[in-house]
Nanobody, 121 residues
């Protein structure tokens, strides 16, 4: 069972990135998937989630209106479209299975290895 994030990089403020969370060893279908942001020296914090049947999504206030979560079960992948990026969005982004919100210092369960996003002023 593995989750692998990709799509991070360096972008100027106001730019966009699309992160992917690809699953292997299991089908994403049937699981809620959460996205988390970890700034340097901070805990991992939930920013978005999509439930197992796509009927509900959730966004933290800090990203609401700028980020969009979606999933493609045929590709076994969940996406996070990030628009209007700000320098404070800089950090490592993680996806997790069946974890949707909260702050974690030492998370357990199924998490990806993370992808770095850097937003320059």
């Amino acid at each position: 069972v593995q989750l692998v994030e990709s799509g991070g990089g360096l972008v100027q403020a106001g730019g966009s990135l699309r992160l992917s969370c690809a699953a292997s060893g299991f089908s994403l279908d049937g699981y809620a998937i959460g996205w988390f942001h970890q700034a340097l020296g901070q805990d991992r914090e939930g920013i978005s989630c999509i439930d197992s049947d796509d009927s509900r999504t959730w966004y933290a206030d800090s990203v609401k209106g700028r980020f969009t979560v979606s999933r493609d079960n045929a590709k076994n992948t969940v996406y996070l479209q990030m628009n209007s990026l700000k320098p404070e969005d800089t950090g490592v982004y993680y996806c997790a299975r069946e974890v949707c919100a909260g702050r974690y210092k030492d998370p357990t369960g199924y998490w990806g290895q993370g992808t770095q996003v850097t937003v320059s002023p």
